[in-house]
Structure formats: C-alpha cells, structure tokens
C-alpha cells in the first residue's frame, strides 16, 4: 500500500510554508479547523465558523454594547420627535375611557413633565423595532442556533401578546376600573384628577397587563426546552389562582375586589391556555428528539 504524501501549508506563490499554523484550544496543530490567513491547508471552515469561533474580548462587548445603545438612542430619539406632535392625539385616547374626567396641574412643571412623558412613551413604542433589533443582535452572538431559531422565532409571539394585551386592558378593563375609581364618592368631593397622576396610572396598568399576556408564550417556551411540564403546570394551579390574585392587587390602584377579579380572571384563563401550549411543546420536543436520533 503506497502511502500518501503529507499535506504541508503553502502561501499564495506556491511556496511550502515553513511557520507552524495558529493552534486553536480544543483542535491539534495543523488541523483541518485550524486557523490560516493563507489559501493552503487547516483555512477551509474558518470563514464558514468565524462568526460564531471567534470569542470576543471583554473590551469588544463593551464597545459593542455602547454601539447598540447610541444605536437605539438615535432610533428612541427620531421616535419621540414623531411622538411629541402625537402626543395631543395620545392625551384623547388615553382619557377616552372615562366619560366627564376632568383633568387639573398643580405644580408649575407638572403638565411639561406629563407631557415629556407621554411623547417618551409614544417613542419607545414608535422605536420598538430598531432597540429590539438591536437588542437582538447583541445577544445574538451567545447563542447555540437552536436558541437563535427560538428567539427569533418567538419575537413576532411577544409583540402580539403585548399588543393584545394593551388592546385588552384600554377596552375591557380600564373603562370600569377608571370610572369606579374616579366617580367613587362624588357626591361627597368633585373629582379634580392631577395629570400626571393619572396618565401615571393609566399606563402602569396597560404596560404590566400586556406584560402578563406573555404568560403562555413563556410557559410554551419552558415547556419547549424542558424546565416546566403539563403535570407539573396542572399541579401548581392553585398556586397560580392565588399569585394571579396578587398580581391583580399589584397591578390595580385599587384594593376593590371588583377591580382585582376583573383582572386577575384573565391571568388565570391565560395560565390555561399555557397549559393547553405545554402539551404542544412538549409534542414537539419528542419529535425533534426523535428525528435526532433515529436510532
């Protein structure tokens, strides 16, 4: 048997290359994962691999994320120029739900502060695209594929559970909440309501409603990569009645229990539903188990 001649690194011109090759941790000197700035042997996968290869500095992350953020304040920035002129639009829609509210200032700066505020809102959720993007990007890089595919996969998910649970709170829940709460004992002192107390209030209760209407997609998730499952679930339900109850306080201004059921009945039919989606995770996960190992 005639043996083959051994595979030597050449440069550009053809010449034999005589400088030993950079070693990375993990693979033997002049392997074919090797790294090589030339054309010859060991710098095949490497620009199929440096992206994910190479590790990156302490200094590298910090100038990256620095990037991401002046990224980002640019894009929440130009957001907030849109969401200024918006913002009257946004005052209507926000006193919308109760009929006859009155609104008053009472300190010299409240109404500028209130308004800075509403326009800030109004370009967080203009800009959501680009911080999100970058934000994405960032991460990006510590993550296996398997887990790129599920957060980008995941990503049109939160931004329509968020969305439908703003939707929900505006016109299901904020319409009985705010007129109880407003008109409560009015004939015994006239509502004068501060702005910014109530612009507070409003978009508390809308950010942290939208915030549990992620509830099933983090379960679905967890279920997906095996930290939770529909036993485990099913068996802490009680436990999930009663912290729904709680959040419902938390998120309410008020202690009423009209209030507090109206939103923490929603939180328990949404744990539910993230049961049913436990069961569809935990399907899926079999088949990618099994289709990994066919044996």
């Given at each position: 048997?005639?043996?083959?001649?051994?595979?030597?690194?050449?440069?550009?011109?053809?010449?034999?290359?005589?400088?030993?090759?950079?070693?990375?941790?993990?693979?033997?000197?002049?392997?074919?994962?090797?790294?090589?700035?030339?054309?010859?042997?060991?710098?095949?996968?490497?620009?199929?691999?440096?992206?994910?290869?190479?590790?990156?500095?302490?200094?590298?992350?910090?100038?990256?994320?620095?990037?991401?953020?002046?990224?980002?304040?640019?894009?929440?920035?130009?957001?907030?120029?849109?969401?200024?002129?918006?913002?009257?639009?946004?005052?209507?829609?926000?006193?919308?739900?109760?009929?006859?509210?009155?609104?008053?200032?009472?300190?010299?700066?409240?109404?500028?502060?209130?308004?800075?505020?509403?326009?800030?809102?109004?370009?967080?959720?203009?800009?959501?695209?680009?911080?999100?993007?970058?934000?994405?990007?960032?991460?990006?890089?510590?993550?296996?594929?398997?887990?790129?595919?599920?957060?980008?996969?995941?990503?049109?998910?939160?931004?329509?559970?968020?969305?439908?649970?703003?939707?929900?709170?505006?016109?299901?829940?904020?319409?009985?909440?705010?007129?109880?709460?407003?008109?409560?004992?009015?004939?015994?002192?006239?509502?004068?309501?501060?702005?910014?107390?109530y612009i507070?209030?409003?978009?508390?209760?809308?950010?942290?409603?939208?915030?549990?209407?992620?509830?099933?997609?983090?379960?679905?998730?967890l279920a997906?990569?095996?930290?939770?499952?529909?036993?485990?679930?099913?068996?802490?339900?009680?436990?999930?009645?009663?912290?729904?109850?709680?959040?419902?306080?938390?998120?309410?201004?008020?202690?009423?229990?009209?209030?507090?059921?109206?939103?923490?009945?929603?939180?328990?039919?949404?744990?539910?539903?993230?049961?049913?989606?436990?069961?569809?995770?935990?399907?899926?996960?079999?088949?990618?188990?099994?289709?990994d190992d066919?044996?």
């Amino acid at each position: 048997m005639t043996q083959e001649p051994e595979l030597k690194p050449v440069d550009r011109d053809g010449v034999e290359n005589t400088l030993p090759l950079p070693i990375r941790p993990g693979v033997p000197d002049g392997g074919p994962s090797s790294p090589s700035t030339g054309s010859g042997y060991g710098a095949g996968n490497v620009l199929d691999d440096a992206a994910d290869q190479r590790l990156m500095t302490y200094t590298e992350h910090l100038v990256e994320l620095r990037d991401r953020l002046v990224k980002s304040a640019i894009g929440l920035a130009v957001a907030m120029a849109f969401g200024f002129a918006l913002t009257p639009f946004i005052f209507d829609v926000l006193k919308a739900p109760v009929e006859g509210l009155r609104l008053i200032r009472t300190g010299v700066a409240e109404m500028l502060v209130t308004y800075m505020k509403v326009a800030f809102i109004g370009g967080v959720v203009l800009s959501t695209p680009v911080w999100m993007y970058q934000l994405m990007m960032f991460i990006a890089p510590g993550l296996t594929r398997q887990e790129k595919r599920y957060l980008l996969g995941s990503l049109p998910g939160v931004l329509a559970s968020f969305i439908i649970g703003v939707l929900f709170g505006y016109f299901a829940l904020l319409p009985p909440a705010l007129t109880f709460l407003v008109h409560f004992g009015e004939d015994i002192a006239e509502p004068y309501i501060r702005v910014g107390d109530y612009i507070s209030t409003v978009t508390n209760m809308l950010f942290w409603i939208g915030v549990v209407f992620e509830t099933p997609l983090v379960i679905f998730v967890l279920a997906r990569i095996g930290v939770v499952t529909p036993a485990f679930l099913k068996s802490h339900r009680p436990h999930a009645i009663v912290g729904a109850f709680v959040i419902a306080a938390v998120i309410t201004p008020t202690w009423d229990p009209v209030n507090q059921t109206l939103v923490a009945v929603p939180i328990v039919l949404l744990y539910e539903l993230g049961i049913l989606l436990s069961y569809l995770a935990v399907k899926a996960r079999g088949k990618a188990a099994a289709r990994d190992d066919p044996s």
